[in-house]
Every structure is written in structure tokens, then in C-alpha cells.
T-cell receptor
Framework: ELKVEQNPLFLSMQEGKNYTIYCNYS?????LYWYRQDPGKSLESLFVLLSNGAVKQEGRLMASLDTKARLSTLHITAAVHDLSATYFC????????????FGKGTKLSVKP | NAGVMQNPRHLVRRRGQEARLRCSPMKGHSHVYWYRQLPEEGLKFMVY????????ESGMPKERFSAEFPKEGPSILRIQQVVRGDSAAYFCASSPRRGADQPQHFGDGTRLSIL
């Protein structure tokens, strides 16, 4: 059974600081996705990572994928309050029908 | 180009009643996925459908839950004889095809509350 583990689950940061969220998964995967969810809202797609060594950046967020280590990271640079949200990684297991397995999420709070 | 549309946004039911949740995928998308989210948890896969076919229902409880995606109209997730434990946010997502190198697009969800 595929398991997806994120850490930390809760993260309180000060504005201007850097931090990394980790996403480990337990079996071979074709694709890894990062989503953002604001309270009471839907999930917004942030990144799609499709191959070993993939790195994508958007603004203050950068995501990477190491399929050999079964690890993805979401790095936050110089955090701002607007980044406060819950961040989920989700994995599409190789050979699956396409349904995603989600981590429990990392609740990020950026304080001034 | 409208996104994934779910309705209702909020649904309140008493124990024993039926709940019907609707999802219209994005235009051009023929694959629909239903997920359930409990408070402070990630999303859990329930069922994957294409038009008139259930492809994978491995995440669906065996009793009381059913899903369909008819040739015409939205996908429906139906919960019969609801219980308190069914209270959750139910999200629908769509994609143009399986294995696409683009993410599933999510609707705003239906928050189901059981009294």
C-alpha cells in the first residue's frame, strides 16, 4: 500500500525566513503534485513533477523530486504572510488508475 | 472556461436521510475523481469514473455509497442512510485523460454535515 508522509505537519515561520517541507512516499511513482489549500477552500495546483531531478519554481516556492530517494521537497524562500495555507503533496502511483494518494498536509503559518 | 463545479456547497442532513452531491467537470474533461476530506486530514480517494463507467471504486465504502457519471449531466455521489461519520468535505476533481502530465483540477467541494 502506498503511503505518503509529509513533515512537518505544522510550521510556524517568521516573514523573511526560509524553510523546507518534505514529502516521502513508499513505492514507485510516476508523478508527484503539490497543492495549496486555504481554509474552507478548494485545492490549487502548484507544481507537477514528472521525472527524477525535476525542479520547478514559482515565486517564493520551489519544488524538487528525487524518485530514487522517493522524496520531494517544497522550499520556501523569504516567506510572506500570503503564503500561509496548508500544503499537500500527492502521488500518482505507477500503474495506478490515476487516483492520487495525498499526504496529511503541512499547515504553514507565516507571522510578521 | 468554467472550472469544476460542485453543488451544493453546503449540505445538512439528518441521520438516515440521503445525500446527493453533484459534480460537473471542466469542459473537455472526461475523467472524474471523488475524494473525501476529514478535518485536519489529507484527501482520501473514493472513486474514479469516466462517462458511464466506474473505473476504480477501491476507496468507496462497500455499503451506502454509490457514484455515477451518466452520458449526459453531472457526476453524482450518493450516500444513503447517512450517519454522523459521513460528515466531511467531499471534493470532485477532473482531468482530460488518465496519465495526463497535468494536475487534476478540483472543485470547491461540498461540506456535508450530519445532524
Amino acid at each position: 500500500e502506498l503511503k505518503v508522509e509529509q513533515n512537518p505537519l505544522f510550521l510556524s515561520m517568521q516573514e523573511g525566513k526560509n524553510y523546507t517541507i518534505y514529502c516521502n512516499y513508499s513505492t514507485t511513482s510516476d508523478r508527484l503534485y503539490w497543492y495549496r489549500q486555504d481554509p474552507g477552500k478548494s485545492l490549487e495546483s502548484l507544481f507537477v513533477l514528472l521525472s527524477n531531478g525535476a525542479v520547478k519554481q514559482e515565486g517564493r516556492l520551489m519544488a524538487s523530486l528525487d524518485t530514487k530517494a522517493r522524496l520531494s521537497t517544497l522550499h520556501i524562500t523569504a516567506a510572506v504572510h500570503d503564503l500561509s495555507a496548508t500544503y499537500f503533496c500527492a502521488v500518482d502511483m505507477t500503474g495506478s488508475q490515476g487516483n492520487l494518494i495525498f499526504g496529511k498536509g503541512t499547515k504553514l503559518s507565516v507571522k510578521p | 472556461n468554467a472550472g469544476v463545479m460542485q453543488n451544493p456547497r453546503h449540505l445538512v442532513r439528518r441521520r438516515g436521510q440521503e445525500a446527493r452531491l453533484r459534480c460537473s467537470p471542466m469542459k473537455g474533461h472526461s475523467h472524474v475523481y471523488w475524494y473525501r476530506q476529514l478535518p485536519e486530514e489529507g484527501l482520501k480517494f473514493m472513486v474514479y469514473l469516466q462517462k458511464e463507467n466506474i473505473i476504480d471504486e477501491s476507496g468507496m465504502p462497500k455499503e451506502r455509497f454509490s457514484a455515477e457519471f451518466p452520458k449526459e449531466g453531472p457526476s453524482i455521489l450518493r450516500i444513503q442512510q447517512v450517519v454522523r461519520g459521513d460528515s466531511a468535505a467531499y471534493f470532485c476533481a477532473s482531468s482530460p485523460r488518465r496519465g495526463a502530465d497535468q494536475p487534476q483540477h478540483f472543485g470547491d467541494g461540498t461540506r456535508l454535515s450530519i445532524l
